[in-house]
């Protein structure tokens, strides 16, 4: 029995087959005809990284997966067997790819083709990239007059992400940290990681449709998928998504929806019981 920690950072759909003596040939209906087109996204945080152990600040920085991270990640890979990927999308960060690469080794996928993009990266923090998660909380909190990091979260609930992520991107358009990073390279508004994901999460859905539907992984980071959930489902409540946590989005009448769970640990879960079990 392997032993394994997932770090936060930041519904099992069943079905029910009816069976008879006869079968009736039921003529297809606009609506089961539309479904062949039919694309889901299964979007993903990627597995834990050297930072996530160290408690630092990584964004757009390029930590690996650690040893446990990979067990991880096949293990969510494991947990999607059975499921048919058409195509892969990450950040062109490291951990993502690698993330990827696990899954779909492992879930029978091997074949499948990874695109990278930086749309999908995780936020940028500028010239906090790098530091120690705990010394930035209370620089953080006092940007908003909280008096620590926990008040900080408890006081923001499902705003908290987003504020974070603005609060950075304050702090370093001040140049609280005295660098001489170019604007450019400088820590990104929530505004900004919203549009980026939310503009590639529409082209991978549409492109995918037009090649007839199907499933796609997306593997990204906490952060800029807090960020993005935040704008586009009621069952957003802000918390902390776990390594490897999946979130469905399904495309239906040009719009992504939330398909069951957010961050839910239910393939990583179930790939971990068939690796215990070889």
């Known amino acids: 029995m392997k032993i394994k920690k997932l770090t936060a950072t930041c519904a099992i759909l069943s079905g029910l087959l009816l069976g008879g003596a006869t079968t009736a040939v039921v003529p297809a209906t606009a609506s089961a005809a539309s479904n062949k087109d039919q694309v889901t996204i299964y979007l993903t ?3 834990e990284t050297t930072a996530n152990v160290m408690q630092r ?4 920085s390029d930590f690996p997966l650690t040893k446990n ?5 096949n293990d969510l890979g494991y ?3 059975g499921i048919k990927f058409k195509h892969a999308y990450t950040g062109n960060l490291t951990r ?3 993330t990827a690469q696990h899954a779909l080794d492992h879930s029978g996928n091997k074949g499948t083709k990874i695109t ?3 749309k999908l990266r995780e936020g940028g923090y500028g010239s906090f990239e790098g530091d120690s998660i705990q010394a930035d909380n209370q620089k953080i909190a006092n940007v908003y007059g909280y008096s620590d ?3 900080f979260q408890q006081q923001t609930g499902k705003d908290y992400w987003n504020k974070l992520q603005d609060a950075y991107h304050k702090l370093d358009s001040e140049n609280s940290q005295n660098t001489k990073l170019a604007k450019n390279d400088r820590a990104e508004s929530s505004k900004q990681v919203q549009q980026r994901m939310t503009s590639e999460l529409n ?9 007839g539907g199907g499933n796609v992984l997306v593997v990204s980071s906490g952060m800029s998928i807090n960020e993005y959930l935040s704008t586009m489902s009621n069952k957003y409540k802000g918390k902390p998504l776990q390594n490897a946590a999946v979130t469905k989005l399904v495309y239906k009448n040009g719009k992504l929806h939330v398909d069951g769970p957010i961050g839910t640990l239910h393939y990583v879960n179930k790939g971990e019981k068939i690796a215990d079990n070889k």
């Not at 600040?57 to 757009?60: D, E, F, L, N, T």
């Not at 991270?69 to 990640?73: E, H, M």
């Open 57 to 60: 600040v990584q964004g757009s």
């Open 149 to 151: 990091g926990q008040q």
């Open 45 to 47: 945080r990627h597995g």
């Open 96 to 98: 993502q790819e690698e």
């Open 79 to 81: 947990g999607l067997k």
């Open 203 to 211: 082209h991978i859905a549409k492109t995918t449709q037009k090649q």
């Open 69 to 73: 991270g990979v067990t991880v990640a």
């Open 116 to 118: 990278t993009t930086p």
